[in-house]
């Protein structure tokens, strides 16, 4: 199983929102993105921040996705 925040670029580009207008509104690192970008793992901190950002849930901006094997 594996994290996918396909979402949350979907919501930014629905909100018109540049990444890295997210870094500012929400208050995280360029590092948290870049990883994001990679669909690694981040803190739920930072989920949390995003999703006062944005107002949203955070089912809205990721998931998890069962790998194919």
């Known amino acids: 199983m594996s994290v996918c925040y396909l979402k ?3 919501l ?4 018109d929102i540049k ?3 997210l870094i500012s509104i929400a ?3 360029s590092n948290i993105v870049a990883k994001m970008g990679r ?3 981040v803190a739920m901190e930072s989920l949390e921040k ?3 950002a944005l107002k949203c849930d955070i089912s809205d ?3 998890f996705v069962t ?3």
């Open 67 to 69: 790998e194919e094997e």
């Open 19 to 21: 990444r890295t207008d």
């Open 27 to 29: 208050g995280i690192s």
């Open 50 to 52: 995003i999703c006062k």
């Open 61 to 63: 901006i990721v998931e």
């Open 12 to 15: 930014l580009l629905e909100k």
């Open 39 to 41: 669909n690694e793992y």
């Open 8 to 10: 949350l670029w979907k």
